[in-house]
């Protein structure tokens, strides 16, 4: 031990890390506020070279305990630990990023509005659609959604006014801001049509396929449960069988009201239209009820020049 010791010493510069070794003499002694034995001891830092004093404070049978804290002065202590906190939110970030790009494009957003957001959005041509549907993606509570209304946009008379455009950029933005406030993805989008289709998917489903995908119990528990729910083009399904269309919104409308969860819908029907089309009355099952109450009574109207025909000009 002792050979050892005087082998390593020297080079160690007395940073002799949590190893014992002998006392300095008694005199050298000194008593910290709290009456404790300690030696104040040159250290070497391993960061910068400089030299700094630590405490050691007295161990067992003589021997003392190194406190020089892995052998840095207190600047490349602090310069380190700041660091590594750098480092861990740097790490976290781009966690955070990767999560939101995976969700993107894992939360029903179709491939053609992947990419757009309010900023590709000309405002000129829905001013009042655009500022509510933007306030209510930045207001939007993403880590206690309870009780946030329910939007609807609309258009009864001209197809392409940016209805799915703005929903996509309501779904965006949220992505944008979510920062771990959730577990999952904090949105769903799908349209109507692609809804029914993968429940009706279900029912064709192989043994082994229902015991590996989603039964259509998981595909409407999810639409329940996600902080905030988007339908596209509700009013779309084609009304082969009227009851199983309604009794389905009905249990997803039903259960969003009941948890007082929000959503955002897009229809090319008024609301005499999403009344026939969802139930609204007693003796078919009352969704529109549901939803007309979950918008505060109010659906946003954008009916007016489509950007389709615009596009469609451009050569
Ligand atoms: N104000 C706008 N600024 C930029 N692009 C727009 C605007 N409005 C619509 N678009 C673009 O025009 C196309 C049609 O818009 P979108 O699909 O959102 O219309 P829609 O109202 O949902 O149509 P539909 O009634 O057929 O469902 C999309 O490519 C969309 O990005
Ligand atoms: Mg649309
Ligand atoms: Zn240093």
Not at 14 to 29: C, M, T
Not at 143 to 166: A, E, I, R
Not at 176 to 205: A, D, H, M, Q
Not at 303 to 310: E, L, P, V
Request: glycine share 8%.
């Amino acid at each position: 031990m002792g050979e050892w010791m005087d082998k390593w010493l020297p080079e160690m510069k007395r940073n002799d890390g949590q190893n014992s070794r002998q006392a300095p003499p008694a005199s050298q002694l000194l008593s910290d506020e709290q009456g404790r034995k300690y030696y104040e001891l040159t250290f070497k830092c391993l960061g910068c070279g400089g030299e700094f004093k630590a405490r050691n404070y007295i161990f067992i049978n003589g021997y003392i305990w190194n406190t020089g804290k892995a052998g840095y002065c207190p600047e490349c202590s602090e310069k380190r630990s700041a660091k590594f906190e750098r480092d861990e939110k740097e790490k976290a970030d781009a966690d955070l990023i990767e999560k939101r790009e995976s969700w993107r494009e894992s939360c029903g957003i179709p491939l053609k509005y992947r990419f757009k957001g309010f900023q590709h959005f000309e405002q000129s041509y829905q001013p009042k659609a655009f500022m509510m549907c933007q306030d209510y993606a930045q207001k939007f509570p993403i880590d206690n959604p309870q009780g946030y209304p329910s939007l609807v946009l609309y258009s009864d008379h001209t197809w392409g006014t940016g209805k799915t455009h703005l929903a996509c950029s309501i779904a965006h933005h949220i992505l944008s801001r979510w920062s771990g406030e959730t577990g999952t993805c904090p949105v769903k989008f799908v349209s109507e049509p692609v809804l029914f289709e993968s429940i009706r998917e279900t029912y064709n489903f192989s043994f082994q396929e229902k015991e590996q995908l989603p039964s259509a119990k998981n595909i409407i528990d999810l639409c329940i449960r996600v902080p905030l729910l988007i339908i596209d083009d509700l009013g779309k399904e084609e009304v082969s069988d009227l009851r199983f269309v309604q009794r389905t919104l009905f249990s997803i409308f039903d259960g969003r009201y009941n948890a007082e969860l929000p959503v955002v819908v897009t229809a090319n029907l008024n609301d005499v239209g999403l009344r026939s089309h969802m139930g609204g009355n007693a003796g078919n099952e009352a969704s529109f009820n549901r939803l007309f109450e979950m918008c505060k009574g109010e659906f946003v109207h954008m009916d007016g020049q489509s950007y389709r025909d615009k596009l469609a000009r451009v050569k």
